[in-house]
């Protein structure tokens, strides 16, 4: 079994830029397929990007060319650098883990077992 703490959340001006990072500890998160999720208040969570084990990721068309998901196998950590950030990106910000194959690209909240406790991002204009 995994833990996992997010940190790295703030506020942020529009267009600026935040570095969330997932922390797991239990597991290393090289056994893992690794997603980010966001969920606004008064709306449903919502998939943001996912990375594999091989290290191939997808992001969701709302953060496509500007949020990277990367893993640290070292620091044990999966990071989400987010840069040209918007209003409507304010939301808390959750990573999710799950014991996958080397390739699987898991978009669906209901694929992950394991969740952080979360992190809140506010982008103000």
């Known amino acids: 079994q995994v833990q996992l703490v997010e940190s790295g959340g703030g506020s942020v001006q529009a267009g600026g830029s935040l570095r969330l990072s997932c922390s797991a500890s239990?597991?290393?998160?090289?056994?893992?397929?690794m997603g980010w999720f966001r969920q606004a208040p008064g709306k449903e969570r919502e998939f943001v990007a996912t990375?594999?084990?091989?290290?191939?990721?997808y992001n969701a068309d709302s953060v496509k060319g500007r949020f990277t998901i990367s893993r640290d196998n070292a620091k044990n950590t999966v990071n989400l650098q987010m840069n040209s950030l918007k209003p409507e990106d304010t939301a808390v910000y959750y990573c999710?883990?799950?014991?996958?194959?080397?390739?699987?690209?898991?978009?669906?909240?209901?694929?992950?077992?394991?969740w952080g406790q979360g992190t809140q991002v506010t982008v103000f204009s």
């Open positions: 999710a883990a799950v014991v996958a194959g080397s390739s699987a690209l898991l978009r669906r909240e209901n694929e992950y077992h394991y």
């Open positions: 239990g597991r290393t998160v090289s056994t893992y397929a």
């Open positions: 990375i594999n084990r091989s290290g191939g990721n």
